[in-house]
């Protein structure tokens, strides 16, 4: 259950080439998969989708996000899995 | 009573593989198991359940919280045991 | 009356195992037993009462509150025995 | 897929020279060609289009970003690629 | 009239143990006995009286106060001489 | 086209002692000419016009601007040129 | 035209012991005479007039303003020199 993490960032080693959910400041989502990510939290994200009311509103490829303005990342399959 | 808490993560060391309540800004609350922390208050926790008015809002599995989104963590047991 | 107090954390060390009331962002104020604290301004306390309108609204067991979002730490007993 | 992208850096350096949608914060968006970066994710970009509505509101020459107003930056021709 | 301040920290140095008016983020004035203060402006005031509409709303004992929450720190004695 | 810009701040050492539209937060704009700058974008600026609705409000000679508040900077001339 | 300033704390050490007016965050605007800065903008000023609607609303005597609720300083003759 534990999957071999010892440190916050480990989650997000173990996530590369993943899709993950990423809650951002000002309420937005986006899903997309992970291709790099730094010790300041900056993430690289293929393939987003921002989701609205459970709806895509829009799609991006490759994008930069700066670590400062996200709340929480979360690898969409354990989201998706565990979702009622 | 003090448990042997000297430093203030040292309370979070001894939470490793248990609940805690954490409280984020913007008025958001989630119980989960809490793996991984480091001392910019980055978490992994697991099992996730976020709570608005005394209700599971919605579930995720493995989650990163920012450090910086954080306000409080409480381990869920002496939260509960304590509650009114 | 000045305690021995020559610097800011000289005061949160007098104050382990003691009561403090602590004002934080969002004009949320806790009372509690400080059992440890950092340079951070990182905090545990036990026993923490949640007051609004002076009442107590919530209890929480042992806590860490993460020092970025607290705006003052005062020791409970000269708050209260200097409150008109 | 993954286009040699290690570190998040990794994908601004691959967008020198192109264009670049960046949203900021304050719901912002511009259009631009990146020249230079820095590791606070201070930007130049070259003739900017500031974006509302799906409209060109107003047009810059060179100009210099301040990293901490930025929120995701998406190489423009993998955006509008993929847009539904 | 200079009283032999070269820098900032120098106007808190002569200011120990003597009233100090802070006025702190979100509106909030307070007026007491500055006793210690740190690098990041962090205070220890005795005595305190948070003042609201010229009146004095709520009285503190030894405090500690977060540098990060204040905007300006005057001591009172000059404060008063001088309001008109 | 790229005027031998290898890092942001080179567009700033090429703009000293001409104008610069400058961006700050809380929607602010002012036009000035720009005579010093640092690290943290910290600005020195002579001559400056605060714009509101493509007005001149206000008028200041040498002026400190922090760096925290500036959004972007953009030399006036490439503005101006390419305006619409 | 340029008075020698090379950075931009080469304006803030030319102003000691002049009137400068500083600008802070919510709206706030203060004149006064600049005794003492540091590098992280903290300032000392003496006789200072809190200033509304061209009016003074309050006056203090030295005061400590912490640099991070700055927005600009303009030494106050050049201000009202060129004032319209």
Redesign the interface.
């Known amino acids: ?3 071999g ?8 080693n173990n996530s590369r ?1 993943k899709e993950v ?1 990423v809650y ?2 000002g309420d937005k989502q986006v899903v997309g998969t992970l ?4 010790i300041h ?4 994200l ?3 989708r921002e989701i609205e009311n459970n709806e ?1 509103k ?18 969409a ?3 998706l ?4």
């Open positions: 259950m534990v999957n993490i010892e440190r916050p960032l480990d989650l997000l080439g959910l951002l400041k291709l790099a990510f730094d939290i900056n993430l690289v293929d393939n987003i895509v829009r799609k991006f490829g490759l994008t930069f996000l700066r670590g400062d303005t996200i709340i929480f990342i979360s690898p399959s354990t989201a899995k565990k979702e009622v």
